[in-house]
Every structure is written in C-alpha cells, then in structure tokens.
C-alpha cells in the first residue's frame, strides 16, 4: 500500500528540496535495517528542519491516517525503526542545532538529530564532558539515543541516557508540541513526563530537542588491561577498584579469550597486550576531574593488591594515551571481529552484577546443551551487569541453519536472565525483534501499564505501531 499521492504533494510543498525523500537511492540509507533481519517497505521519507515542520508533517499523517516511524541515526539493533507497507518514516538527521551550552549550569541544549559525536565536541569545546559513550556515537542520534535509553560504557559512572537528560521537546502523535526543556535539577511539579519518552521507542512521541546534562571535564585517565584465571574474580576485581576508587572508576569491561583473538585478528595493527593467555579479562579505566589526581599510582596500586590476594593473574597499565586508546580498541571492535567467525545470535541481557559470572556460566553451559559446537563469546559492561551474550555458529555448521534457531537461543538465555532478576534487554531496546520476548517476560500488571499509556498518549497507534507491543 503505498501513500496518498494528495499526502505525498502536501508533504513535498511543506518540507521543500530535499525535505521528503520519494527515490529508490535517496531512499536506501533509511531502509536499512542494522542487522540485515528486515528491510523496510517505506516508500517515501520525511526530513523536517525545525519542530515546527516536524509537528505539521504530523499533523498532516494523523489526517491522513498514516503511521510514521521516527528514526534517528538508524543505527539500532532490534528493528525499532524498520517501517512496513504504507508507513512514513520520519528521519531527523535534518534536526541538527546546538542550541545552548550553558558551562555554569553544566547543560546542553540540542536537537535530537544531532549526532552523539557533535554533542560530546560541543560539550569538549566548552571545557564540559557529555560522558555518554557508544561504539555508534559517530552515527546515532540523540533523539534515538534517549528513545531507546541507550548506555555504553560510562553507566557504571554516569548512569544510561535517561539519567543525563533533565528535559525534552516532544511532538505528539496529534501534532501537538510539548515544550518540556527545562534545565533543573529538581523539579517536583507533578508527573515526570519527559521519562514517558525515554525508552518508548518513538511510540508515544517525536523527541525534538533535549536538555542535558554535562559534567567536568576529565584531567586525567587511567586505564588498564587485566587478566583473570577464573571468571567469578573479576566481580571482585571489580568490588575492590570501587573500594580504593571510589567513583573515578569510570568503565569496567569484561571479555573472554576467544573475544580477545577475534579482536587481534581483526584489527590491523592487533596484539596481545599480555604475555601469556588467559580465559577472562577486563578492561578498567579511572578518570579525575583533578590533574594531580594519582589516578595511575592508585590503580597500580589496587590491581597490585588484586594481584597479592589472586584476584588476577596479570595487569598492564596504559603508559600513554596511545596505549590506552589501543586497548579500548580491542574491546570496541568485538562485534565486527566476531562477523569472519560466521553467523551470529546475539543477546543485550542485565543481572544483578555479582550475579553475572554465574548468568555466564549457566547460559553458557545451557546453549551448548541445546548446540554442540555452539561458541558462546560474552562481554560487555560488568560495570552495571549489562552482558551482550553473542553466540557464534559451530565450525563448519551451515549459517542459514544457525540463524534459522534464533528463537530457540534466544528463549535459553532470556529464561535464565529473568531466573536471575535481570532483563532480556539492557540497553538496545525491544523494537520488533523482541516484542513477544517482552510479553513472556514482563508481568500482565506491567503490560497492561504500558498499553494504557500507549493508548492514552496515541489512541490511533500511529507512532512506530508493533514496536514494543504487539498491534493488536
């Protein structure tokens, strides 16, 4: 089904050059779905400059009764702006102000089409940091990094999306804006409406614009690269650099062996940074606001103590900036290094963090009950419990095959995530791949909440309708 052609006129006067977008070609980067599992069907893209032009092309679709699909940087790995038959999708990239930097309130006001990478620059230039922190970050958007409440590597320190967002800018799904940027810390005039829409998925609102929250600017980094005989240590690691760093322990990444091979052969210029191998391993990095801070000497210093006690079995400690950078690079890279590996199933699941080696274990152990030959190969931020469970295929096993029991591993792991308190989505969100995952896990309480607010805020269903839950 294709779009009126009356809309489709309307919507080109209003946008103007390049503003909807009705070519194959033109088209194909909005199509796109991250991990080639869907194509979108969208036959046109609306590009809108300003919240103004973005409310009226709303405005014009709810007449129209036409559904749109918000998309930031088109970057996510759920299908959460993938668009069906007869939908518009509506790309913010055009949205890209910096609007206030405010160094005294320690606040950045932005569209939410400005890319994460321009957002952090900003704050940098203005001697602030924007913590948050994604391997995306050159590519997403802000409005679809807030909509899905993303997280990355500083949550440990800084907590996910939602917590470094104070206000929003909203178009409604009848056109309507809601002008909720505000730039306080407290504010206890009743419901906390911008939370409605971090996390939604762009189901009950358009984000425009958005307040956030910047931070002192780092002076000094530490960061090193240690290895671990048995995986439940590296929570004590963990315990024991909080205990001596206190909250300068900024990331906190865990990784196996077989991630750490892929990674080296992946990158041109990989290698070891240890001498010896070993099963597990973690990245720890401390930052100060203050230059004389020790930072190197302190945590040389823990993870000598981590050494005496058997917490690890080896460490090395970035000399240099360089170094450091090579370091992260290992652990940045894990998911393009595992694609020569073959096919691959992947999960984004939390814990309880001292639960996590023991998640690791048993889904491990779980998959290879239900695959021999399967490759488990977990990493991701221990810091705050979030583990991206991949699995890659057996050696020699047919790659359509593999993928065709998605489902199957995705049942196994997300049932013993839940067992343990956790969640089947840290910080990717649900889209359209998790949809009936969300509905097996989610209590019927909880499920009803979130339907009556979806049919409070859009009645119609014409904001990203199947995202997150099922069109009924």
């Known amino acids: 089904m294709s779009l009126p052609s009356a809309l489709l006129e309307t919507l080109s006067h209003r946008l103007g050059p390049r503003g909807l977008l009705t070519e194959g070609g033109d088209l194909a980067p909005y199509l796109k779905e991250q991990r080639g599992r869907l194509t979108s069907r969208a036959h046109a893209v609306a590009r809108p400059d300003t919240t103004e032009t973005c409310a009226a092309v709303v405005r014009l679709c709810a007449e129209a009764g036409v559904a749109i699909v918000p998309q930031g940087g088109n970057t996510g790995l759920v299908g959460g702006a993938v668009a069906g038959e007869g939908e518009l999708v509506l790309s913010l990239d055009r949205m890209t102000r910096i609007r206030t930097i405010d160094p005294l309130n320690f606040t950045l006001t932005c569209d939410a089409g400005c890319l994460l990478a321009e957002v952090q620059s900003a704050a940098t230039h203005m001697g602030r940091l924007f913590p948050l922190s994604l391997a995306a970050e050159g590519s997403c958007r802000i409005g679809g990094v807030l909509s899905t409440n993303a997280g990355g590597v500083g949550v440990l320190r800084y907590g996910p999306a939602r917590d470094l967002c104070l206000g929003l800018e909203v178009v409604l799904p009848d056109g309507r804006i809601w002008d909720g940027l505000r730039a306080l810390g ?193 990493f991701g931020h221990l810091g705050d419990g979030n583990i991206h469970f991949n699995l890659t295929q057996p050696e020699g096993m047919d790659t359509g095959a593999f993928l065709d029991r998605w489902a199957e591993m995705n049942r196994i792991v997300h049932d013993i995530a839940t067992a343990m308190g956790g969640s089947i989505s840290a910080e990717h969100g649900i889209g359209l791949f998790k949809v009936e995952d969300l509905a097996r896990h989610k209590g019927p309480v909880e499920m009803d909440m979130m339907r009556a607010i979806k049919a409070a805020l859009d009645p119609r269903n014409t904001f990203n309708p199947g995202k997150i839950l099922p069109t009924a």
């Open 186 to 378: 407290k504010d206890n005039t009743g419901y906390a409406l911008r939370h409605l829409f971090i996390g939604a998925e762009g189901t009950l609102g358009i984000i425009t614009g958005a307040v956030l929250k910047l931070f002192p600017a780092p002076r000094e980094t530490a960061t090193a690269f240690c290895a671990l005989d048995a995986l439940p240590r590296v929570v004590d690691l963990l315990a024991l650099a909080r205990e001596r760093g206190g909250d300068t322990v900024t990331a906190f990444e865990v990784l196996p062996r077989m991630g750490l091979e892929a990674a080296i052969a992946h990158l041109p210029d990989g290698r070891d940074p240890l001498e010896a191998p070993h099963p597990w391993y973690a990245l720890v990095e401390m930052t100060s606001a203050r230059a004389d801070g020790g930072l190197t000497e302190l945590l040389t210093a823990t993870l000598a103590e981590a050494l005496e006690r058997g917490i690890i079995a080896d460490a090395t400690v970035a000399a240099s900036q360089d170094q450091a950078a090579s370091l992260w690079a290992l652990r940045e890279c894990l998911s393009d290094a595992q694609k020569p590996l073959g096919g691959s199933i992947k999960h984004d699941v939390s814990v309880p963090t001292a639960q996590v080696p023991a998640f690791i274990e048993a889904a491990s152990a779980a998959v290879l009950r239900a695959m021999p030959g399967i490759r488990p190969c977990p």
